[in-house]
């Protein structure tokens, strides 16, 4: 690469690399406070917190990085404007094209990380994601033994316990079981126990009390027992319960059979379709960004009051493309044979940034189409 490529590229990758960390920074700050709420909440140490943000990473990565880029290359060419440094290239004989080839090659590098991103690391950590999420539902101690807390292993189900002694007896058990819409259960109990039968779980509570409600008649029926057991084997959930889906495979497990993956993940082919398809569309929107963030404030030319209202419209134009994105991918979603519209997004931002480019490479042109509209 020529000089002035190297210069700009530097230029664009450090300012990128800037606005990537803060963008990351604050999205995850947002994530991680209901994450920790709801982990530290649950009982869960530090560590599965910090695991779990770690493995959220790469998907944040995905969502941010194409907003970096676009920012790297509207902060760099309007600074190189407001410095003069583009008049002075363009005084010397380089024009749109040429200038914008460091602006292309920025793009090319951020769409090969967004490629290692989206085929390969997004899916693997959704996969061991889902799968640490599993494996915390399960986990008894964090769930049911914490003391002096309600809590709920599900919506119909509530749990506490005043005390938990060293040898692993529960003091003081209440246990709400709503499940059954037509009665409800309330069990008490002086002490109880954990024991793990196979891969059931069951909770032998001991000395205790169970009021039954009948919802239908309103009758209250209450029993006293010495020990009583209470399988909570489908509160916790089991192993079997993972389910794959596409977003959590790897590209070249999506390249082919795409009615057997949907009726593995229980997804439709169209939704299997979306996913392969925008992991190739992902990259080329970065290339995108960075070309439309470059061309549009490259149009606008030199301006004493800088280019703030070209940084605008590139915003928008931006914005305007995503949310195409947006109405397209619904439609594949629903007719997996119209994956090529995944693209069009990107087809669209590529012709007008060409568009862009064109014209300010032909001043001319455009000042003589103006004057011939103020003439007529």
């Known amino acids: 690469m020529a000089r002035i490529d190297r210069y700009m590229l530097s230029q664009l990758l450090v300012m990128f690399g800037f606005f990537s960390l803060v963008l990351v920074a604050l999205f995850w700050i947002n994530r991680a406070v209901v994450l920790f709420d709801r982990l530290i909440g649950d009982g869960q140490s530090a560590l599965v917190f910090l695991e779990f943000t770690a493995l959220g990473l790469p998907k944040l990565i995905v969502t941010v990085l194409p907003i970096a880029t676009f920012a790297a290359s509207v902060y760099v060419t309007n600074r190189m404007s407001a410095e003069s ?12 094209w040429r200038l914008a080839r460091p602006v292309f090659i920025f793009g090319l590098c951020v769409a090969l990380m967004m490629t290692v991103l989206s085929h390969f690391l997004v899916p693997m950590a959704q996969a061991q994601l889902k799968e640490r999420e599993v494996e915390v539902s399960q986990n008894l101690t964090a769930r049911l033994l914490t003391e002096g807390t309600f809590l709920h292993p599900t919506d119909d189900v509530t749990f506490y316990t005043r ?17 059954d819409q037509a009665e409800g259960i309330i069990y008490t ?43 909570i084997t489908p509160l916790v959930g089991s192993s079997d319960d993972i389910n794959q889906s596409a977003a959590a495979m790897i590209t070249p497990a999506l390249l082919y059979n795409w009615k057997a993956i949907a009726e593995r993940t229980g ?39 800088g280019v703030w209202r070209e940084a605008v419209i590139a915003f928008a134009l931006l914005i305007a493309i995503d949310g195409t994105r947006g109405t397209l991918v619904a439609q594949v979603r629903e007719t997996a044979a119209l994956w090529p519209l995944v693209y069009l997004p990107s087809l669209i931002g590529a012709v007008l940034a ?22 007529v």
């Open 85 to 96: 440094e583009l008049t002075v290239l363009q005084a010397a004989g380089s024009g749109p």
């Open 163 to 179: 005390a938990i002694d060293t040898d692993g007896v529960l003091r003081d058990v209440f246990l709400s079981d709503r499940r």
């Open 189 to 231: 109990a002086a002490e109880a126990y954990l024991t793990r039968n196979g891969e059931a779980t069951t909770l032998i509570m001991v000395d205790g009390m169970a009021q039954r409600l009948n919802m239908v008649n309103k009758r209250l029926a209450t029993a006293k027992f010495s020990d009583f057991s209470f399988d």
């Open 267 to 305: 997804a439709s082919e169209g939704d299997v379709a979306e996913e392969l398809h925008g992991r190739f569309a992902q990259p080329l929107f970065c290339i995108v960004a960075a070309m439309i963030g470059f061309a549009t404030l490259i149009l606008g030319g030199f301006s004493r009051f």
């Open 354 to 375: 060409i568009t862009m480019l064109w014209q300010a490479a032909h001043p001319r042109w455009s000042r003589r189409l103006r004057n011939r509209g103020a003439a």
